[in-house]
């Protein structure tokens, strides 16, 4: 059987007002139920590995395969919890490692991830 | 050419030169001496991985304020365009709007909602960017991209914050004209149409929801890269002919 193929996308979120990763979730899931049904979300299985409400910046998870998907995901996301956000990818990648590595500087996360 | 698979790296690594890739966003609106917020759309603008924006003014915008606003982008390493954008009601006022404006700006994008004055706009060489946002009719959207020789321009904007709620009509619209685009191979421009820093977003994620609503995959690269860019040097190019 051939091996799942993934992309760690590392997202900024842009608000005003702090959320928890529970809403972003919710938010994320409505987006792409909204937009690309039941199977939309299956086939993306877009998973949030890690988020830092104090710097807006989440690291999701999602197949290689449906990468439009989660991208698109990503850029339709307007409202979480009631409150207007704005989110896109800064940068995409094939393993976790490289995603850290690419720019430390520019993911402010990185200080956090310790696994 | 390397088939482009959304933006992975993967692909960056086999092709070389899509990592290379410069990036702009030709609606980019911001609030008129707000300088707060036009900071932040700056800073928001260069972390999504544009190089270049087109500052979309009204026709009556003065001179310092379009100085000052593109210095904020300027500053923040953005290369800034000029456009304006206009909504002439008859052929007549576009056709005087457009000579009296080519002059100041780098580019014009054009939305009207009377039809006759779009078709006169897509036809016109001195006109960059048609939006056929309040166009309701698929019928007139075809005639007018069918004999289209400007760029269409698809603004995210109209999905995230269509009239009414109408997320369904605006998507359907869009879909309709990318379809349209590939028949009719007419050229296309994707922008975010943002109005604050919470209508930015990265190119990459535009152009893979353009390819999810149909557009191929290149083209829709290529609709928030080269395409905007050739355009602005254009614009730029004939504007410094005309003052030498």
Not at chain 2, 143 to 169: D, N
């Amino acid at each position: 059987m051939q091996r799942e193929r993934w992309r760690y996308l590392l997202v900024r979120v842009v608000s005003d007002r702090r959320f928890s990763e529970e809403d972003l979730r919710s938010a994320l899931e409505d987006v792409l139920r909204c937009f690309f049904g039941l199977t939309g979300l299956l086939q993306a299985n877009l998973k949030i590995l890690r988020y830092s409400p104090e710097h807006g910046e989440a690291v999701l998870k999602s197949r290689a395969g449906s990468l439009n998907i989660a991208r698109s995901a990503v850029a339709l996301l307007t409202q979480v919890s009631g409150e207007a956000v704005s989110a896109f990818v800064v940068r995409c990648s094939g393993t976790l490692r490289a995603l850290r590595k690419a720019d430390p500087g520019r993911c402010k996360l990185h200080s956090t991830w310790q696994r | 050419m390397a088939a482009y698979c959304g933006g992975c790296q993967e692909d960056t690594r086999r092709s070389g030169h899509e990592g290379m890739r410069r990036f702009a966003d030709l609606c980019v609106r911001p609030p008129e001496w707000d300088l707060a917020v036009q900071e932040r759309m700056a800073a928001l603008a260069r972390e999504a991985g544009l190089s270049s924006v087109g500052l979309r003014f009204r026709s009556e915008a003065q001179t310092g304020q379009k100085e000052s606003t593109a210095k904020i982008f300027r500053d923040a390493g953005l290369d800034c365009a000029f456009g304006v954008e206009i909504a002439p009601a008859s052929r007549k006022q576009l056709l005087r709007q457009v000579r009296t404006l080519r002059e100041r700006f780098d580019f014009i994008a054009v939305r009207s909602s009377d039809p006759a004055t779009l078709a006169a706009a897509s036809r016109d060489s001195r006109v960059d960017l048609v939006s056929l946002e309040l166009q309701k009719s698929l019928r007139v959207k075809h005639s007018i991209l069918k004999a289209c020789r400007t760029a269409l321009e698809l603004e995210l904007s109209r999905i995230l914050r269509p009239p009414a709620g109408a997320v369904y009509e605006s998507l359907r619209s869009l879909c309709f004209e990318i379809e349209m685009v590939k028949r009719f191979r007419t050229e296309v421009v994707l922008s975010s149409g943002a109005a604050g820093p919470l209508g930015l977003r990265s190119p990459r994620d535009m152009a893979a929801l353009a390819t999810l609503l149909g557009l191929p995959p290149e083209i829709a690269l290529d609709a928030i890269s080269t395409r905007p860019l050739s355009l602005i040097k254009k614009g730029r190019e004939w504007l410094t002919g005309r003052r030498a």
